[in-house]
Protein backbone atom coordinates (compact mmCIF):
# COMPACT_ATOMS: atom_id res chain seq x y z
CA UNK A 1 0.00 0.00 0.00
CA UNK A 2 1.59 3.26 -0.98
CA UNK A 3 1.09 6.39 0.94
CA UNK A 4 0.66 9.90 -0.21
CA UNK A 5 3.58 11.96 1.49
CA UNK A 6 2.13 15.30 0.07
CA UNK A 7 -1.42 14.38 1.15
CA UNK A 8 -0.22 12.94 4.95
CA UNK A 9 1.97 16.12 5.40
CA UNK A 10 -0.94 18.55 4.26
CA UNK A 11 -3.01 16.92 6.84
CA UNK A 12 -1.11 17.05 9.69
CA UNK A 13 -0.07 20.87 8.92
CA UNK A 14 -4.31 21.29 9.04
CA UNK A 15 -4.34 19.55 12.24
CA UNK A 16 -2.10 21.66 14.42
CA UNK A 17 -3.61 24.83 12.70
CA UNK A 18 -7.05 23.50 14.58
CA UNK A 19 -5.18 23.26 17.88
CA UNK A 20 -3.86 26.47 17.35
CA UNK A 21 -7.38 27.60 16.98
CA UNK A 22 -8.85 26.24 20.21
CA UNK A 23 -6.38 26.45 23.08
CA UNK A 24 -6.92 30.08 23.56
CA UNK A 25 -10.32 29.79 23.68
CA UNK A 26 -10.11 27.22 26.75
CA UNK A 27 -7.85 29.39 28.10
CA UNK A 28 -9.84 32.27 27.63
CA UNK A 29 -12.99 30.38 29.20
CA UNK A 30 -11.07 29.26 32.24
CA UNK A 31 -9.87 32.91 33.18
CA UNK A 32 -13.88 34.39 33.08
CA UNK A 33 -15.16 31.57 35.45
CA UNK A 34 -15.97 32.70 38.74
CA UNK A 35 -13.31 31.56 41.59
CA UNK A 36 -15.45 29.55 44.22
CA UNK A 37 -15.34 31.36 47.71
CA UNK A 38 -17.33 31.15 51.19
CA UNK A 39 -19.71 33.32 51.61
CA UNK A 40 -20.50 34.03 55.06
CA UNK A 41 -23.96 33.69 56.31
CA UNK A 42 -26.58 34.31 58.48
CA UNK A 43 -25.43 33.21 62.42
CA UNK A 44 -27.72 30.27 62.68
CA UNK A 45 -27.46 28.80 59.50
CA UNK A 46 -24.44 26.54 58.02
CA UNK A 47 -20.64 28.23 57.27
CA UNK A 48 -18.03 26.94 55.90
CA UNK A 49 -14.96 26.18 58.00
CA UNK A 50 -12.79 28.17 56.27
CA UNK A 51 -15.13 31.13 56.42
CA UNK A 52 -12.76 33.74 59.05
CA UNK A 53 -15.63 34.85 61.82
CA UNK A 54 -15.14 36.29 64.95
CA UNK A 55 -13.84 34.46 67.81
CA UNK A 56 -16.54 34.76 70.67
CA UNK A 57 -15.93 34.13 74.09
CA UNK A 58 -17.53 31.09 75.89
CA UNK A 59 -19.12 32.99 78.76
CA UNK A 60 -20.88 36.00 76.48
CA UNK A 61 -24.36 35.85 75.77
CA UNK A 62 -25.68 35.90 72.00
CA UNK A 63 -28.27 39.33 71.12
CA UNK A 64 -32.12 37.33 69.62
CA UNK A 65 -30.58 38.57 66.33
CA UNK A 66 -27.31 36.48 66.23
CA UNK A 67 -25.24 39.90 65.54
CA UNK A 68 -23.65 40.99 69.12
CA UNK A 69 -22.54 39.00 71.96
CA UNK A 70 -22.41 40.58 75.51
CA UNK A 71 -19.85 39.14 78.47
CA UNK A 72 -18.47 40.65 81.74
CA UNK A 73 -14.98 41.83 81.59
CA UNK A 74 -12.76 41.71 84.74
CA UNK A 75 -16.35 41.58 86.98
CA UNK A 76 -17.38 45.21 86.27
CA UNK A 77 -17.01 46.03 82.26
CA UNK A 78 -19.92 45.04 80.47
CA UNK A 79 -18.60 44.67 76.73
CA UNK A 80 -20.27 44.19 73.19
CA UNK A 81 -18.87 42.33 70.35
CA UNK A 82 -20.36 42.19 66.89
CA UNK A 83 -20.02 39.02 64.71
CA UNK A 84 -17.09 41.11 62.86
CA UNK A 85 -14.58 41.04 66.35
CA UNK A 86 -15.72 45.42 66.68
CA UNK A 87 -16.01 45.32 70.49
CA UNK A 88 -17.66 48.31 72.63
CA UNK A 89 -17.25 48.56 76.50
CA UNK A 90 -20.71 50.29 77.13
CA UNK A 91 -19.95 50.08 80.76
CA UNK A 92 -17.95 50.21 83.60
CA UNK A 93 -20.06 49.26 86.97
CA UNK A 94 -19.73 47.65 90.37
CA UNK A 95 -19.74 44.04 90.37
CA UNK A 96 -21.94 43.00 87.15
CA UNK A 97 -24.16 39.57 88.62
CA UNK A 98 -26.22 39.26 85.70
CA UNK A 99 -27.03 40.00 82.17
CA UNK A 100 -29.75 40.05 79.86
CA UNK A 101 -30.62 40.95 76.09
CA UNK A 102 -33.77 43.07 75.05
CA UNK A 103 -35.74 41.63 72.14
CA UNK A 104 -34.45 44.58 69.94
CA UNK A 105 -31.12 43.32 70.04
CA UNK A 106 -30.28 47.11 70.89
CA UNK A 107 -30.80 47.35 74.88
CA UNK A 108 -29.28 44.80 77.74
CA UNK A 109 -30.66 44.45 81.09
CA UNK A 110 -27.90 43.97 84.12
CA UNK A 111 -27.77 44.04 87.69
CA UNK A 112 -24.56 45.00 89.80
CA UNK A 113 -23.15 45.18 93.63
CA UNK A 114 -21.48 47.97 95.14
CA UNK A 115 -19.85 47.35 98.45
CA UNK A 116 -21.13 50.30 101.16
CA UNK A 117 -19.76 51.08 104.81
CA UNK A 118 -23.56 50.27 106.16
CA UNK A 119 -22.53 47.38 107.87
CA UNK A 120 -24.18 43.92 106.85
CA UNK A 121 -24.21 42.64 104.13
CA UNK A 122 -22.02 45.25 103.55
CA UNK A 123 -23.39 45.49 99.30
CA UNK A 124 -26.16 47.68 97.25
CA UNK A 125 -27.98 45.76 94.30
CA UNK A 126 -28.85 48.05 91.36
CA UNK A 127 -30.31 47.11 87.89
CA UNK A 128 -29.79 49.05 85.17
CA UNK A 129 -30.55 49.04 81.32
CA UNK A 130 -28.10 50.23 78.60
CA UNK A 131 -28.52 51.23 75.39
CA UNK A 132 -25.97 49.92 72.78
CA UNK A 133 -26.30 51.99 69.89
CA UNK A 134 -25.06 55.66 72.50
CA UNK A 135 -23.60 53.42 75.16
CA UNK A 136 -25.93 55.18 77.63
CA UNK A 137 -26.77 53.34 80.97
CA UNK A 138 -29.61 54.22 83.66
CA UNK A 139 -30.13 52.84 86.87
CA UNK A 140 -33.99 51.65 86.92
CA UNK A 141 -33.90 50.22 90.52
CA UNK A 142 -32.18 49.01 93.38
CA UNK A 143 -32.45 45.06 93.05
CA UNK A 144 -31.40 41.85 91.67
CA UNK A 145 -32.38 39.08 89.15
CA UNK A 146 -34.15 40.96 86.31
CA UNK A 147 -36.47 38.88 84.08
CA UNK A 148 -37.77 40.51 81.43
CA UNK A 149 -40.60 39.80 79.84
CA UNK A 150 -41.33 38.14 76.43
CA UNK A 151 -42.96 41.71 75.05
CA UNK A 152 -39.90 43.73 77.01
CA UNK A 153 -42.84 45.39 78.48
CA UNK A 154 -42.20 44.41 81.64
CA UNK A 155 -39.28 43.37 84.34
CA UNK A 156 -39.80 41.25 87.17
CA UNK A 157 -36.51 41.58 89.77
CA UNK A 158 -35.95 41.43 93.13
CA UNK A 159 -35.82 44.64 95.10
CA UNK A 160 -33.15 45.25 97.72
CA UNK A 161 -30.17 43.19 98.58
CA UNK A 162 -29.43 39.77 99.35
CA UNK A 163 -29.91 40.13 103.27
CA UNK A 164 -31.41 38.45 105.88
CA UNK A 165 -32.01 35.16 107.84
CA UNK A 166 -33.96 31.98 107.02
CA UNK A 167 -36.63 34.04 108.48
CA UNK A 168 -36.54 37.54 107.32
CA UNK A 169 -34.82 38.67 104.27
CA UNK A 170 -34.03 42.18 103.04
CA UNK A 171 -35.91 42.13 99.54
CA UNK A 172 -39.16 41.90 97.56
CA UNK A 173 -40.94 41.09 94.84
CA UNK A 174 -41.37 43.86 92.63
CA UNK A 175 -42.28 44.55 88.57
CA UNK A 176 -41.16 47.43 86.29
CA UNK A 177 -43.83 48.31 83.45
CA UNK A 178 -41.30 50.27 80.49
CA UNK A 179 -42.20 53.03 77.93
CA UNK A 180 -40.56 54.48 75.28
CA UNK A 181 -36.69 53.37 74.96
CA UNK A 182 -37.45 51.46 77.54
CA UNK A 183 -37.74 53.84 80.41
CA UNK A 184 -39.76 52.69 83.81
CA UNK A 185 -42.63 54.58 84.16
CA UNK A 186 -44.44 52.41 87.11
CA UNK A 187 -43.48 50.04 89.76
CA UNK A 188 -45.45 47.31 91.30
CA UNK A 189 -44.31 45.47 94.22
CA UNK A 190 -45.86 42.16 96.20
CA UNK A 191 -47.40 43.61 98.98
CA UNK A 192 -49.57 45.82 96.34
CA UNK A 193 -50.80 43.01 94.68
CA UNK A 194 -54.13 41.54 96.37
CA UNK A 195 -53.90 37.63 96.18
CA UNK A 196 -50.11 37.43 97.26
CA UNK A 197 -50.25 36.94 101.17
CA UNK A 198 -48.91 39.26 103.51
CA UNK A 199 -46.89 38.68 106.92
CA UNK A 200 -48.76 39.35 110.22
CA UNK A 201 -44.97 38.73 111.89
CA UNK A 202 -41.72 39.71 111.00
CA UNK A 203 -41.32 37.14 108.67
CA UNK A 204 -40.90 37.70 104.90
CA UNK A 205 -43.00 35.30 102.12
CA UNK A 206 -41.00 35.80 98.90
CA UNK A 207 -40.03 34.05 95.79
CA UNK A 208 -38.32 30.17 96.76
CA UNK A 209 -34.77 30.35 96.12
CA UNK A 210 -34.43 26.98 95.27
CA UNK A 211 -32.90 25.83 92.19
CA UNK A 212 -34.78 23.82 90.68
CA UNK A 213 -37.46 26.42 90.33
CA UNK A 214 -36.92 29.62 88.32
CA UNK A 215 -35.79 32.51 89.94
CA UNK A 216 -37.22 35.05 90.44
CA UNK A 217 -40.18 33.65 88.33
CA UNK A 218 -41.19 32.68 84.87
CA UNK A 219 -43.08 34.60 82.60
CA UNK A 220 -46.40 32.36 81.07
CA UNK A 221 -46.91 34.86 78.38
CA UNK A 222 -46.53 39.00 78.05
CA UNK A 223 -48.51 39.76 81.25
CA UNK A 224 -48.35 36.52 83.24
CA UNK A 225 -45.77 36.09 85.87
CA UNK A 226 -45.92 32.63 87.71
CA UNK A 227 -44.14 32.39 90.81
CA UNK A 228 -43.06 29.92 93.77
CA UNK A 229 -43.17 31.52 96.94
CA UNK A 230 -43.30 30.49 100.39
CA UNK A 231 -42.88 32.01 103.96
CA UNK A 232 -39.21 32.42 105.50
CA UNK A 233 -39.69 29.84 108.52
CA UNK A 234 -42.96 27.99 108.14
CA UNK A 235 -42.23 25.43 105.33
CA UNK A 236 -45.39 23.64 105.89
CA UNK A 237 -47.33 27.00 105.31
CA UNK A 238 -50.88 26.25 103.29
CA UNK A 239 -49.90 29.43 101.88
CA UNK A 240 -46.74 28.38 100.20
CA UNK A 241 -47.14 27.33 96.62
CA UNK A 242 -46.54 28.55 92.77
CA UNK A 243 -49.23 31.83 92.36
CA UNK A 244 -49.68 33.46 89.10
CA UNK A 245 -49.83 37.26 88.95
CA UNK A 246 -51.99 39.11 85.97
CA UNK A 247 -50.48 42.43 85.36
CA UNK A 248 -53.75 43.00 82.92
CA UNK A 249 -55.94 42.34 86.64
CA UNK A 250 -52.99 43.72 88.74
CA UNK A 251 -54.06 40.46 90.83
CA UNK A 252 -52.48 36.90 91.85
CA UNK A 253 -53.89 33.71 92.60
CA UNK A 254 -52.58 30.63 93.95
CA UNK A 255 -52.03 27.82 91.01
CA UNK A 256 -51.00 24.85 92.87
CA UNK A 257 -48.79 23.67 95.89
CA UNK A 258 -45.03 23.51 96.04
CA UNK A 259 -44.05 20.27 94.99
CA UNK A 260 -43.29 17.99 97.76
CA UNK A 261 -39.10 18.27 98.79
Given amino acids: MKINIKNAYLSLILLMGFVATILPSCKYSAAISPATKDIPQEVGTSVPQSTPLAKVPDDSIQSPDGKHYAKIRDGNRLVVLDINGAENEISSSGEITQLSWFSDSQHIIYSDRIATEAGFPGYEYRVWIATIATKVTYQVSDGFAPLISPDGRY ?95 NEARKVKDLPTE
Fill in 155 to 249: VAFMHGGRSGDACVVGFRLCILELGQEFHPISSTCQDEIPGIPLSEYDESFYPHLESHYEFPGKWVNESLLEVAMTWGCNVDDPQNGMYEINLDS
